[in-house]
């Protein structure tokens, strides 16, 4: 199973970390705001995070950043904060940083320090929004790999009426459903096998490309 690391826990930073989290994915979230930290550790968005300055690298190194697959830098209100995380998680061996940038000056300083993948939340917000209206059944949430990206799938007729144990994504499908959203805006977070789709109900599941397409050909 990856590592992976949240700096920063403003709304995307959280976000991200809510969604490794309710995923099962091992998770570090890091912030300089201590109350901050205790918030969504008492919310139980996530379950280990830490008060931290990231921008001192021996504090990065005594965390054992090294020991981490992914890292997320998701700093955008201090440019210089967040390239310097960048650069030092690079230079301390994290396999792949994925940076929030908020302009593209900002994103090619990222690129040129050595970032592995850039994100424009803003410009993302656009291009999700857009997509919703072309393909209504499948929207991307957030893409880690080709073998693992998180998406919202509207639940096919044919899993309707059925509960999570009959219907098996796990085994037939190879996703995890990580929540379902139903038409009223309820979130039922991690739900049992035993829950029962309804007409309206929208799957947030973890999965890989392959797969997400094939769900969304589903009738």
């Known amino acids: ?25 091992n998770i570090l979230a890091i912030d300089e705001n201590e109350e901050m930290v205790q918030e969504i550790v008492d919310n139980e968005i996530v379950s280990n995070a830490v008060c931290c300055d990231a921008t001192d690298e021996k504090a990065l190194r005594d965390l054992g950043v090294n020991n981490f697959d992914v890292a997320f830098v998701c700093i955008g ?7 310097l995380i960048t650069l030092t998680l690079k230079e301390l061996g994290v396999k792949r940083v ?16 050595g970032a592995d993948e850039i994100v424009y939340p803003e410009n993302f ?8 209206e072309m393909e209504p059944n499948i929207i991307e949430h957030l893409k880690f790999s080709e073998n693992f990206l998180i998406v919202e799938v509207k639940a096919p007729e044919i899993f309707l009426n059925k509960t999570l144990k009959e219907i ?3 085994k037939k499908y ?28 929208t799957l947030i599941v973890a999965t ?7 769900l969304h050909e589903l009738k």
Do not use: C, W
Request: glycine share 10%; aromatic share 4%; net charge positive.
């Open 77 to 83: 209100g201090n440019i210089q904060a967040s390239i």
């Open 174 to 201: 190879r996703a995890n459903i990580i929540a379902i959203i139903k038409s009223s805006g309820k979130e039922e977070v991690s739900p049992s096998a035993d829950y029962i789709l309804e007409t309206g109900d």
């Open 98 to 113: 994925v940076a929030k940038a908020v302009s593209l000056p900002h994103g090619k300083v990222l690129h040129k320090i």
């Open 208 to 214: 890989d490309a392959k797969t997400a397409k094939e």
């Open 1 to 25: 199973m990856k590592q992976f690391i949240v700096i920063g826990l403003g709304r995307f930073g959280t976000s991200i970390a809510q969604t490794l989290y309710n995923a099962g994915e």
């Open 125 to 132: 917000m656009g291009i999700r929004v857009a997509h919703a």
């Open 168 to 170: 098996d994504l796990r």
